[in-house]
């Protein structure tokens, strides 16, 4: 499902990070390239972040979904997909850590649906979040995805 989203360099490991902030850096940089999105939308994710209630980003099983309005610099749906082997904190709170990030960008309120629609199957399927969690590259990641 993800495979029409998804191309080589939208799907990234790394063994570590130094946090959030460079996490969604670095998940936002194949958008950023490809013209999907502009820097103001990157701006616009870590704001969120950091504002009161910023981590309702995290959907459960060390998985985040970073995104932002599509008005903050959306120029097409796409998603992107960031996985660390040493989970960081979002927001620097203890209570979520990290492992995996998607970074979707909406190019308005209908187009994203099915994408959501594919997270959230992804995320109710158990096995897929264990496999998730012990990715040790990009090739585990695109078995798990596409």
């Given at each position: ?133 012990k990715a040790a590259g990009v090739a ?7």
């Amino acid at each position: 499902m993800f495979d029409k989203y998804f191309t080589d360099g939208d799907i990234l490991f790394a063994c570590e990070v130094s946090g959030w902030s460079e996490a969604v850096d670095m998940v936002a940089a194949p958008l950023l390239e490809a013209g999907s999105i502009t820097d103001g939308y990157v701006d616009a994710i870590k704001k969120s972040i950091v504002s009161p209630g910023g981590t309702y980003i995290d959907l459960g099983g060390q998985v985040a979904l970073a995104h932002a309005r599509p008005e903050f610099g959306v120029n097409a749906t796409s998603l992107s997909v960031l996985h660390v082997a040493k989970p960081f904190l979002l927001a620097d709170d203890s209570n979520h850590p990290i492992s995996t990030m998607f970074c979707l960008a909406a190019k308005d309120a209908n187009t994203h649906i099915e994408l959501m629609q594919g997270l959230a199957g992804l995320l109710t399927d158990a096995d897929k979040v264990a496999a998730l969690g012990k990715a040790a590259g990009v090739a585990d990641l695109k078995r798990i995805l596409l």
